[in-house]
T-cell receptor, first 115, second 113 residues
């Protein structure tokens, strides 16, 4: 059973470009979570999605950031018009039922560098 | 709101030393508590968890007990190895908070031979 997959592992963008980060959850998991790890900081929740639905986006910046988890295909975290402060590691996690006591399984992360 | 506070690092120990990493939390109701470990350049792996008061989570020689009375979930290991060098994160999911993991700031552990 393959784990959570994220691609690309490393992404370099210039200021003003768009960044698209992809996450394929573990087989059988229909709940996906995105977290951001800024340099020298802990992980911060961004958004929680179930297939075709955003459940909780309380951690998403109000502008330039969006997320989706379509019926088919991976979850996508999209950052428009990137700025240097968006440089961070972005981690995706998945779980089968979205219950609080469940383990979330993390992917290896995408490290975004904005020049 | 819910929050997690961990002891600051970095923590440097000699091999076979005893490890404690303190973690306290603030939450309403009964959250689920987790310890995750992050090795350099990798994602997070679940180390152990506890979902109700007085539960003890354990894995790979690490242990933590869910203490409701002190709102704590301290991580312990009796004899650390060089391979335990990593960053350790304490985290919680609040009651009725879906899958929103709230992390502490992380504690870097370095074990010297």
């Amino acid at each position: 059973n393959a784990g959570v997959m994220q691609n690309p592992r490393h992404l370099v963008r210039r200021r003003g470009q768009e960044a698209r980060l992809r996450c394929s959850p573990m087989k059988g998991h229909s709940h996906v979570y995105w977290y951001r790890q800024l340099p020298e900081e802990g992980l911060k929740f961004m958004v929680y999605l179930q297939k075709e639905n955003i459940i909780d986006e309380s951690g998403m910046p109000k502008e330039r950031f969006s997320a989706e988890f379509p019926k088919e295909g991976p979850s996508i975290l999209r950052i428009q018009q990137v700025v240097r402060g968006d440089s961070a590691a972005y981690f995706c996690a998945s779980s089968p039922r979205g219950e609080p006591q469940e383990t979330q399984y993390f992917g290896p992360g995408t490290r975004l560098l904005v020049l | 709101g819910n929050s997690v506070t961990q002891m600051e690092g970095p923590v440097t120990l000699s091999e076979e030393a005893f490890l404690t990493i303190n973690c306290t939390y603030t939450a309403t109701g009964y959250p689920s508590l987790f310890w995750y470990v992050q090795y350099p350049g990798e994602g997070l792996q679940l180390l152990l968890k506890a979902t109700k008061a007085d539960d003890k989570g354990s894995n790979k020689g690490f242990e933590a007990t869910y203490r409701k009375e002190t709102t704590s979930f301290h991580l312990e290991k009796g004899s650390v190895q060089v391979s335990d060098s990593a960053v350790y994160f304490c985290a919680l999911i609040g009651y009725n908070q879906g899958g929103k993991l709230i992390f502490g700031q992380g504690t870097e552990l370095s074990v010297k031979p």
